[in-house]
């Protein structure tokens, strides 16, 4: 009968710490830092890293990958694989963001911590599409300004970093002398 749990029997063996990380990655639904990985499986911080490089290695044979980003390790799916996956996939993917949210999002990301009033004032125009940013959790209110009237500063999310697949925020590109002219109205 499928789906049926199998009678009990002798315990099972302890997991090695390759089926641990690997368990841990699909499991957990978020990225796991390496020292987290190596308190689950006993090794160092060294031992553990060697643990997740033979993952990685054999992962592929399976239709997965892992990758460091966010701080931590995840398994995903590699892209190549997506269009075959789409009819199991659910819920549908979110429209692509418009250009004005990716202005927002891009000024946010390189000047955080950044008020409203700033990022209007370096796109030229309004800054509405805050809302559909933070309803997507790619920016959040991360403090208050010590100006007047104390306005929100915005930065970007964890999130933001797993989407764009960023380990942190040193990877976004450099920008030249801090030109935002590549990023906006382009």
């Not at 290695?57 to 995903?76: F, I, N």
Request: some cysteine.
């Amino acid at each position: 009968m499928p789906g049926r749990m199998p009678a009990k029997s002798a315990p099972a063996p302890d997991p090695t710490p390759l089926q641990l990380v690997c368990a841990a990655l699909l499991a957990a639904g978020r990225p796991l830092r390496l020292g987290e990985l190596a308190g689950l499986t006993g090794l160092n911080e060294d031992a553990a890293l060697r643990v997740i490089h033979d993952l990685q290695r054999r992962l592929p044979e399976l239709g997965l990958a892992a990758e460091l980003v966010a701080g931590g390790w995840r398994l995903y799916v590699p892209p190549e694989l997506g269009p075959r996956l789409a009819p199991v996939l659910a819920p549908p993917a979110l429209p692509p963001l418009s250009h004005a949210a990716l202005e927002v999002l891009a000024v946010v990301a390189y000047r955080q911590p950044v008020t409203r009033a700033e990022i209007e004032a370096m796109r030229g125009g309004s800054a509405s599409t805050l809302v559909t940013l933070q309803e997507r959790e790619l920016v959040k209110a991360v403090g208050r300004s010590d100006v007047v009237g104390h306005p929100i500063l915005y930065g970007t999310t964890q999130k933001f970093l797993l989407e764009f697949g960023l380990a942190s925020l040193e990877e976004l590109p450099p920008l030249e002398g801090n030109d935002f002219s590549e990023l906006l109205r382009g």
